[in-house]
């Protein structure tokens, strides 16, 4: 049963291309539809570098600036430890723990939901966070996805600004213009050095007017902040007012006033007991375009958006605000990372090789549609083994259409007794002709 099967399989594949290449008009326009239904089709349909696959894996990362592993580890990494690990269909857990930073992944069996295993998370995130430190990051939880790595990644340097404006004007400047493109999800600006005002406190002037650390750590907190003032209205008109109470430069810090406790109102500047340095923060990633110090810009996309498309609108953003001077002249930048690159290349391939295979075997098909081997007729072997009989035996063969594979043939009793006749009759004329010849011996 299965060798008839495979069989008829083997047939029917054998017709379908011994029709496909007898009739080549057909086959042609076949084709012909399906290549213009192709080009049709082709800018429309998304291109990625990976394709889209769920990995079972939910993580969890809290920022803690300033803070050791060992202490990361003690306060944050095994808090989240110990309250995650009820979440339901959770395989298994482990973090890593770093200065200032802590990762702590979730990971499931594949088939899990992982929208109901994130908010189970979620759920249970909630209840740790009121056994975390207070002054750390609120702690981000998402799911993993290889393709969340940057689509465009470039490098920015300068002959004439420093590494804190180059990247204070990555961060204000270009970041919102990149952002504002269709697709963008986030810009990063990362490396280089970041702006930033140190207030050194000398201890001994400090306790000389009672104040302490704490306290002016509070001062600094309250007064850096904008302040809503209400609205100031007139018969004609209403503004909105508010208190620009942010921090712009070191001499503002400076100026700052401290109350001094158990003095009643009296008040003292904050340059009186510290030292303000408007420089930048202690540098922990370094980029390098080259030789030179730079800092990058890298450029996040949405799921569903084209990556090609994407690229290539940042591509033309970046060029037009060069050409137009938005970009200055002493900013040198290059991009480092560009995936329309490498799915490009892809595409390129696939379509070669589609090329160099398929046009040979249509031109083949089209040149010779004739020359196929032909399946062997059954009419003509046994008009062949017909003929045979009739030369073995001097006499015609029963019919052979009536003959069936497999089954017995009509009258087969009777045309075996037949051929025993006829092969008696012509052993009886041999043994007379050869008496015959032996009595006219001499």
Avoid at 85 to 114: C, K, M
Avoid at 152 to 174: C, I, K, M, P, Y
Avoid at 384 to 396: F, K, M, P, Q, T
Wanted: aromatic fraction near 6%; charged fraction near 25%; glycine fraction near 8%.
């Amino acid at each position: 049963m299965a060798e008839q099967v495979q069989e008829q399989g083997q047939r029917s594949a054998g017709g379908f291309v011994n029709g496909a290449i007898r009739r080549p008009v057909g086959t042609l326009a076949m084709a012909s539809v399906v290549f213009v239904l192709g080009l049709f089709f082709i800018d429309r349909l998304p291109i990625d570098l990976l394709p889209q696959v769920e990995f079972p894996l939910i993580r969890v990362t809290v920022n803690y600036p300033g803070v050791a592993p060992e202490v990361m580890e003690e306060q944050v990494t095994r808090v989240l430890e110990r309250n995650l690990a009820a979440v339901e269909n959770l395989v298994s857990i482990d973090s890593r723990a770093s200065e200032g930073r802590t990762n702590v992944n979730l990971r499931f069996s594949y088939g899990t939901n992982l929208d109901v295993a994130l908010q189970d998370a979620s759920r249970f995130l909630e209840l740790a966070r009121t056994q975390l430190p207070q002054d750390i990051d609120p702690p981000r939880l998402y799911k993993f996805d290889p393709a969340q790595d940057p689509v465009w990644l470039a490098g920015f340097t300068s002959r004439l600004r420093s590494e804190v404006e180059v990247h204070d004007w990555l961060e204000n400047q270009l970041a919102p213009q990149i952002i504002a493109i269709e697709g963008v999800s986030s810009v990063q600006a990362a490396g280089g050095m970041v702006r930033e005002m140190a207030v050194i406190v000398d201890q001994d002037r400090l306790r000389s007017y009672g104040l302490t650390l704490a306290a002016v750590a509070d001062a600094l907190a309250q007064e850096n902040v904008d302040i809503a003032g209400g609205w100031l209205t007139s018969s004609t008109f209403d503004v909105m007012a508010k208190t620009d109470g942010l921090f712009t430069s070191a001499a503002d810090v400076a100026s700052m006033m401290l109350t001094l406790p158990g003095r009643g109102e009296a008040r003292i500047r904050l340059d009186e007991v510290a030292e303000v340095r408007d420089g930048h923060r202690e540098q922990r990633l370094f980029v390098r375009l080259g030789d030179t110090p730079a800092t990058q810009l890298a450029a996040f996309k949405l799921p569903q958006a084209n990556t090609v498309a994407v690229t290539d609108a940042i591509n033309a953003t970046v060029q037009r605000l060069r050409r137009s001077g938005f970009i200055p002249d002493d900013i040198e930048f290059e991009a480092i990372t560009d995936q329309s690159f490498f799915i490009r290349g892809a595409l390129r391939s696939v379509a070669s090789a589609a090329l160099i295979g398929g046009c040979p075997g249509h031109a083949a098909g089209a040149a010779f549609p004739g020359q196929l081997p032909q399946e062997p007729d059954h009419r003509s072997l046994h008009s062949h083994r017909a003929d045979g009989y009739v030369r073995a035996h001097g006499r015609e063969r029963p019919d052979p259409e009536h003959h069936q594979l497999g089954r017995p043939r009509p009258g087969r009793r009777a045309a075996a007794r037949q051929c025993h006749r006829h092969a008696g009759e012509h052993l009886s004329t041999q043994r007379t002709a050869r008496q015959a010849r032996g009595a006219g011996r001499p």
